[in-house]
């Protein structure tokens, strides 16, 4: 696990796993009544609170219904009754936690990362190649960065340090404080799923 630091301390609480081990396949089957069961939970209105995820953003004077937190464009989808995207067994994981916590969470390839690592302010013109999108501007936002620049932010991941079926060792950042109980649940579900041995990393 590379160090990490937080450079906009007082202003950014996260806690990070670090994943080991990993046996990632493609989406499970078996994981889909999991699925299916915080979709009906969060459309009955069982979800937490995005207020403090559009707090986030709007402390780094970003406007969050402009541009949106992951977990929130997550739980838009699901309010308009679209599915759940499923990607492959840990991604699912990790979304399915974020969607219903309403916290935005970063899973990152550690195997792609370069040097320290240091969430803090993006600098003027930063960017990096998102998943499946065109260049996700970081300028003014927070974002996550190591030895070659940004690579991911509550908003979007990228392309550079996505999690395949080839990852073994990964890390992921909650961009805001869960309790014990989530991570808890979210440790159980990918020990099963993302077949991996994940470890709550102290920040």
Not at 50 to 69: E, N
């Amino acid at each position: 696990m590379p160090e990490l630091r937080i450079a906009v301390e007082g202003r950014v609480q996260v806690r990070v796993m670090e994943l080991r081990e990993l046996e990632i396949t493609g989406p499970r089957d078996d994981f889909t009544p999991e699925v299916d069961r915080i979709v009906a939970g969060v459309r009955q209105g069982r979800h937490g609170d995005p207020g403090p995820a559009r707090a986030l953003y709007r402390s780094f004077g970003v406007d969050p219904t402009k541009t949106r937190p992951s977990s929130e464009a997550l739980l838009r989808r699901v309010l308009r009754g679209d599915p759940l995207p499923r990607i492959n067994s840990l991604v699912d994981v990790a979304n399915v936690m974020s969607l219903a916590a309403q916290v935005p969470v970063g899973l990152y390839d550690l195997g792609r990362i370069e040097g320290p690592l240091t969430i803090r302010r993006g600098a003027q013109g930063e960017s990096y190649e998102g998943i499946r999108k065109d260049r996700v501007s970081v300028a003014g936002r927070i974002c996550v960065a190591d030895a070659r620049g940004p690579f991911g932010s509550p908003t979007a991941d990228s392309a550079r340090t996505m999690i395949t079926t080839d990852t073994e060792h990964a890390l992921w950042i909650w961009f805001l404080p869960v309790t014990e109980a989530v991570l808890d649940r979210a440790c159980e579900l990918v020990a099963r799923f993302g077949r991996g041995l994940p470890v709550v990393v102290p920040v």
